[in-house]
């Protein structure tokens, strides 16, 4: 039987008269409070809360935390929404993970345990040829662990074609320099040759770098190293491959993959935990055992340590059923335009300009840059743009010639109908 999800909902004036939504809008104002209760009211309507929850949930989004917002971009790995989402098995091992727990204790013999270890082991397990597996803060973090500790007061060997800034005005080669390691570039923007490296390479060399050019290519004239080559020149071969996928994917063909770079060659690969591996924000140092424990035991790396709730959502990412991210990648087209076509017919239904269109969904802040998912988007009046992003829900779309693109790629089928409530909501 349907049940009424409008049934128990408590009215706006009840909300407002409990005592506590009462002491809300006497620090925050009655009008911040009052869209917070019609806020939580929607989310009570579209059954994402029970009805009893709605003082609850207005009072939490005026916390002014961090908000779980509807990625409807077409943009996989949004680094302004959080790059990757975490599984519903992560999410249930980081909860579960909060409050005391056994990271560093083995609870059959009482003594001290190897921090994180299970994710360390679940990572060895899916990285066979990574004879030590050591996890920091993210990608950049573990690159600096690596320069602190090989090529502080020495070297590092890198192709002009690899100095890459990865966002936010940060850049790697400044990154590096930072550690007191001198960077020995070689070669040009377009071409490098393993001659250029051999050249350069010598008793102040630390380690020789290789940076996966994860956000943009170089077409025409160029001409790059494997890593294999470079094994042979006598020093650490490093190799930023960036995503984080441990093996080959298919569907990503440009992308490198942990395991495929170290039986290349590579002493050390580091990657990100929340990009392709769409796991928590992590950075993934993995390959030679020994190489790895001298990071390890380096001072710098208890400042670069992770905290136990990253353990816990890496080991349940790496151990566990696919990703959100993985998900979004492969969702099939046919049934992303029958969603979309739902919620579009549905919003038309109630007056709303909305249609269905095709769309572009793309890979984003994680790697392949090239890759382009074929889409499908509602398509709606650009003015509903900031209304949804304001929203509860809010809902964040992308503007492309004058019209307002929800993608439903990276929203979760089962947010649908909350997408539509906060459409309807959406005063534009
Ligand atoms: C993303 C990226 C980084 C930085 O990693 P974070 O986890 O964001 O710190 C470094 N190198 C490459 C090649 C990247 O793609």
Known sequence: MEQDPRRGIPRTDVVLGDPRVVAAAGRLGREQVKAAVVGAQGRARAGEIGPGDVVEAALAALEGGLRPVLN????????????????????????????????????????????????????????????????????????????????????????????????????????????????????????????????????????????????????????????????????????????????????????????????????????????????????????????????????LARALRVDKLTLAALRATVAGPETPTWQALRMDAGELRARTERVAAELAGAGVAAEVTGSVAVVGGGGAPELELPSWAVALPEAYARPLRTGEPPVVGRVVRGRLLLDLRCVPAAQDRALVSAVLRADA
């Open 72 to 299: 409807a971009t077409g943009v996989v790995l949004h680094t302004n929404l959080g790059r990757a989402a975490l599984s519903p098995a992560a999410v249930e091992a980081v909860v579960a993970a909060a409050g005391h727990t056994d990271v560093e204790l083995d609870l059959d013999s009482g003594r001290r345990a190897k921090r994180g270890r299970d994710a360390l082991a679940a990572l060895a397990a899916a990285v066979p040829d990574a004879g030590g597996v050591h996890v920091v803060n993210n990608g950049a973090a573990a690159l600096v662990l690596a320069a602190t500790v090989l090529a502080q007061g020495r070297e590092i060997v890198v192709s002009r074609g690899e100095l890459v800034e990865i966002g936010d005005g940060f850049r790697l080669p400044d990154l590096l320099v930072s550690t007191g390691a001198r960077l020995r570039e070689v070669g040009t923007t377009n071409r490098t040759s393993r001659e250029d490296y051999a050249a350069a390479v010598g008793p102040e060399t630390g380690f020789v770098l290789k940076v996966h050019p994860s956000n943009f290519v170089v077409r025409g004239f160029t001409r790059s190293v494997g890593i294999g080559e470079l094994r042979g020149l006598g020093v650490p071969v490093v190799a930023d491959i960036g995503s984080g996928l441990l093996a080959a994917d298919p569907l990503l063909p440009d992308e490198p993959d942990a395991a495929s770079t170290l039986r290349a060659g590579a002493h050390l690969v580091i990657a990100s935990g929340d990009k392709l591996l769409g796991g928590p924000q992590a950075g993934l140092l993995l390959g030679d055992a020994a190489l790895v424990e001298r990071l390890r035991r380096h001072p």
